[in-house]
């Protein structure tokens, strides 16, 4: 693979920056980054295992963020371990085995996929909330038996299966696993939001640990882009920490919504 020339990694580090302060800000920088690397010239497959491989340290930072809402659920966040690792490495198991021209093909509705679980996302955590809220005003014991997570149990098997499924996705393109995994907390019966958080983070982490670890091992991988995306992202998220985060979440959820719609009917439309 030939080395990116110094423009278009100045390129991959300004457009990494501006998606590490969209997920500092509101999340969904994905749909930001992958639209544009293929955009520069980068294959789908190789756009979207580099992502992984650059974006995973992120995900370390997010998960110290909510892992004080993690405790008395340690059981609940082992059992989570296990579904995620192996989900993601059958994911990522499954996107190399995945021919260019199919992923070429499969790419455009994931990305619009993705971009309409992120429009969604607002209305889900609310109902998660609508329903928290409900809770605590009825009986406390009702409050008290809705959050599965702090009884000292394991996870049952069917929600095992849900987020084994959910870890072969965000192992297999990833944009949108987070929504995914929150609306799948949300059917079990989970309410509160930021436990529902730190365990999607956790999740995550452990999901694309894996998924980046095989990547790494991979032909897919072009490492001076991953570093350039690497730089950008943690400069962009510092960035937006430090105040940027005061702009308006609504109008940045309205510039990633056209972006994923956009990059999705683009990678559409030049589909090979």
Known sequence: MALPSTVRLLA???ISAVAGAINSIAGGGTLLTFPALVGLGITP????????VALWPGSIASMLGYRSELSGATRWAIGFAVPSLIGGGVGAWLLLRTPPSRFD???????????????LQPRIVRAIQHRRAAAVVGEDRLATRTDQTANGSF???????????VGVYAGYFGAGAGIIMLAALGLIGLTNIHRMNGL????????????????????LISWPIALAM???????????SQGVQKVDQKHVRIVVILIGLAGGAWLLLNRH
Not at 45 to 52: D, E, G, K, R
Not at 155 to 160: K, N, Q, R, S, W
Not at 230 to 238: C, I, K, M, P
């Open 230 to 240: 690497a730089v950008g992202s943690v400069s962009g998220g510092y960035l937006a």
């Open 105 to 119: 093909t499969i790419v455009p509705w994931l990305v619009l996929g993705a971009t309409a679980l992120f429009i």
């Open 155 to 165: 996870p049952a098997p069917g929600v095992l299966l849900l987020q084994f499924f």
């Open 200 to 219: 999607k983070n956790w999740g995550g982490l452990c999901a694309n640990a894996v998924a980046a670890i095989t990547f790494a091992f991979s032909s």
């Open 45 to 52: 497959l190789v756009a979207n295992a580099t992502s992984t």
């Open 12 to 14: 991959v580090v300004l």
